[in-house]
């Protein structure tokens, strides 16, 4: 088994972005800021909160934390939009009301649009970036291969199926409601999971000598967990991502590098 280790790329990844932010302050006076915009309570969007402001203190990046009730969200992002110290902007998701949530990513301008969400992004979004960087950090090719994308979500598997064939990479896409969903998933030679189901991808469903990539987040029993059933891990012929420390630490790390590459915009305006 050959571990793709998010975590290692993150840290190279961010000594590189922490001498990309001394030089826009030194050399522009330009301050990169990240304004996140939170509805929700939930303690565990708080924590991802927390983990961007860490983040961001690493790097020099500054973060706002911005709570406030949803029916003040629309209003909020208007400022921030007119607010030339604010570099990125980012509605932390989920929402409070998900009812709102294309209503209140296409207002953010597409300059600042960081998580690159609203339908007149510049940027492309955080996670799928992160995919596509792992995959490349460890020479996984994927052109010329079959690829399996499971689940079609807008913050992952829309998104990255998009920028995969804009690439000139064969997809193919399913969902959990697929006919057949076994013998769908396992004509894949890389297979990236972003159905947020416990469990849905089963070692049966893995050709030999597959690429497996884990970005679906999900809560089973209080605990937060991907798609992964226990018996892949069970294989030794397999590319996969860890349990913990695959996507998610290059998410952030991607978040930021969107953040930095607004920031770097100003100095050609």
């Not at 294309?102 to 609203?118: F, I, M, Q, R, W």
């Not at 510049?122 to 460890?138: E, K, R, V």
């Not at 291969?145 to 995969?164: E, S």
């Not at 998933?185 to 297979?191: E, K, L, M, Q, W």
């Amino acid at each position: 088994m050959r571990i793709l280790d998010g975590l290692d790329l993150a840290s190279f990844v961010k000594e590189r972005q922490l001498h990309q932010v001394r030089g826009l302050r030194q050399a522009h006076n330009i301050i990169p800021k990240l304004a996140i915009i939170r509805t929700s309570e939930d303690s565990r969007i708080a924590a991802y909160v927390r983990l961007k402001k860490a983040y961001g203190d690493d790097i020099s990046v500054e973060v706002e934390e911005h709570f406030v009730p949803q029916t003040e969200a629309l209003d909020l992002i208007k400022r921030l939009n007119a607010d030339d110290s604010v570099t990125g902007m980012i509605v932390q998701l989920p929402l409070a009301d998900p009812a709102h949530t294309s209503e209140l990513l296409n207002a953010v301008a597409p300059e600042k649009d960081v998580d690159g969400l609203g339908e007149n992004a510049i940027l492309d979004p955080a996670t799928p970036l992160a995919i596509l960087w792992l995959l490349a950090g460890y020479n996984v090719e994927v052109k010329g291969k079959n690829i399996v994308v499971i689940g079609q979500g807008r913050l992952v598997g829309a998104p990255l199926t998009k920028m995969l064939r804009a690439s000139g990479c064969t997809v193919t896409t399913v969902t959990r409601e697929t006919d057949d969903l076994v013998a769908a998933v396992r004509s894949g030679d890389i297979i990236i999971s972003a159905a947020g189901s416990p469990g849905l991808l089963t070692s049966a469903m893995i050709q030999p000598g597959a690429v497996v990539v884990d970005a679906g987040v999900a809560t089973d029993k209080g605990k937060l967990v991907g798609d992964i059933a226990p018996d892949v891990r069970d294989r030794h012929d397999l590319i996969i991502t860890p349990e913990k420390g695959g996507v998610g630490p290059l998410t952030v790390t991607a978040l930021f590098d969107n953040v930095i590459r607004a920031a770097t915009a100003k100095t050609k305006s």
